[in-house]
């Protein structure tokens, strides 16, 4: 009996000690479950924000694919360096133009370097940053498709800066800065626009018209009489590849952009994915029509278009109607590549009609179909969304390109262009174990699936040597 009361008292100090503290309750069951939702939060947004850079990857592969041999390292060095460098000035300046505080609704004026970030304080600033910091990359990139072939890597350079420093920054606090310490002026209109298919896209592509206009066309893009002659990529897998990791990219480009593990992200998986679909396949019965052939530059195009227009509106139209954004996204760029051609715009990627056309396409659609009913006040404030980007972004963008022209210098000379950046540029061989195969000269003569702006099958035109 004495040895059971002493495991009796020695059990009950062990019971008093193990639950010693707090009972719980249902405000601490609370606080432990946000705590869960916070940190899958993070978790969520910097596994997108791996996805976004990985979307780099994706261009790069593009780009290269759809132009020539001879200027595939001076690609890789574009957008190697448009992270690069684009990581540290969106870190310096960017970030805070961006999201800072804003009593104007113009730009932000605190967060610089930032600063926002106290040790020991909320480390949600960190991950918000790395997910804006692949999207500022990303507008910087698409400028660089638009002006491939020709450009010199010192003006590409500095180019790169502004636009990841300045032009998108300053808008993009016009339409997002309430993400963070901002309000922007546009958003205070209503401004639908989720994931950028006008602050991000559209935005890249006017400042890729701007670009392509400074620089003029490439030598031999254009005869005499204004026809076009295309200019063959040298590899259409690598450019394929390119739109299927770009694909891949957007599902954290979209969903991502709600910055919250939640149910939300379902819907607008759905919507990306269909949109993109719909305007690949839109566009490959368009150019088919058109051109006689199922152009595979067009399909490609028609993806990426799909991907672009669905962008704004992914998380507030329903999956209809995504359907319906991506199908005209899909028309819309066949015939926006073939306006710019024939304008004498030369576009080697086809950035401004992806990017610009179609991303304007798609934030017009975001208020078109809204999900929660239309008016003639949204797709007014849509409008105005769309046209204050095209001034900005343009009018900015090409008194940079003209600065940057006038100084340094924009244009490469016509003996760097046709011997090919690669070597003028970096000294360099792409493909040193390998011959190019001028068609022309065995009797062929050249069309089919030519520019990723998609040169149709109709056209021909005897290649030069110097053109590989």
């Not at 392509?212 to 030598?219: D, S």
């Not at 998380?315 to 004498?344: E, H, Q, Y």
Request: glycine share 14%; net charge neutral; aromatic share 14%.
């Amino acid at each position: 009996m004495k040895y059971i009361a002493t495991l009796f008292t020695l059990l009950v100090c062990f019971l008093s000690t193990a639950f010693a503290g707090e009972t719980p309750t249902t405000i601490t069951n609370s606080d432990a479950i946000g705590l869960v939702q916070s940190h899958a939060d993070y978790v969520w947004t910097l596994v997108c924000a791996v996805l976004v850079f990985f979307m780099q990857a994706g261009f790069a592969m593009v780009e290269a694919g759809f132009t020539r041999a001879k200027n595939a390292i001076n690609i890789m060095m574009k957008n190697l360096m448009d992270f690069s460098m684009g990581s540290i000035v969106y870190w310096a300046v960017g970030f805070g133009l961006m999201f800072g505080v804003s009593k104007t609704g113009f730009f932000g004026t605190t967060g610089f370097f930032l600063s926002d970030f106290k040790v020991g304080g909320d480390p949600w600033v960190l991950a918000f940053w790395m997910f804006q910091v692949v999207f500022a990359a990303t507008a910087a990139t698409i400028v660089s498709g638009a002006m491939a072939e020709r450009t010199k890597f010192i003006g590409y350079l500095l180019y790169s800066v502004c636009i990841t420093g300045l032009v998108y920054p300053v808008f993009g606090s016009w339409a997002w800065g309430s993400l963070f310490n901002g309000s922007g002026w546009l958003e205070g209109l209503g401004f639908i626009d989720f994931a950028g298919s006008t602050v991000v896209h559209s935005l890249g592509g006017w400042a890729a018209l701007a670009g392509a206009m400074v620089l003029g066309p490439r030598l031999g893009k254009y005869t005499a009489t204004g026809a076009v002659k295309p200019i063959l990529g040298h590899n259409i897998p690598l450019a394929a590849l390119g739109v299927f990791i770009l694909w891949v990219g957007w599902f954290g480009f979209n969903p991502g952009s709600t910055t919250a593990a939640n149910k939300d992200i379902a819907m607008i998986f759905v919507n990306t994915n269909l949109a993109a679909a719909a305007g690949c396949i839109v566009a490959m019965f368009v150019s088919w029509f058109k051109f006689g052939k199922p152009e595979v530059g067009m399909s490609l195009n028609g993806a990426l278009a799909g991907l672009v227009g669905i962008t704004a509106g992914c998380a507030n139209v329903t999956p209809s109607s995504a359907i319906i954004i991506g199908s005209v996204a899909g028309a819309l760029v066949v015939f926006s590549v073939l306006f710019f051609d024939k304008i004498r715009i030369d576009d080697p990627v086809g950035a401004i009609s992806v990017h610009g056309v179609c991303g304007a396409w798609g934030t017009l659609g975001a208020g078109i179909f809204n999900i929660g009913g239309t008016t003639l006040k949204i797709i007014g404030v849509q409008m105005i969304g769309i046209g204050a980007c095209f001034v900005w972004t343009f009018a900015v963008a090409y008194a940079i390109f003209k600065l940057i022209d006038m100084t340094v210098g924009l244009r490469v000379s016509k003996e760097e262009e046709l011997e090919g950046l690669d070597a003028t540029e970096h000294g360099g061989n792409a493909y040193p174990d390998f011959t190019t195969i001028n068609h022309s000269s065995m009797g062929y003569t050249s069309g089919g699936s030519g520019d990723f702006a998609g040169a149709p099958a109709s056209y021909t035109s005897k290649k030069l040597a110097s053109d590989y």
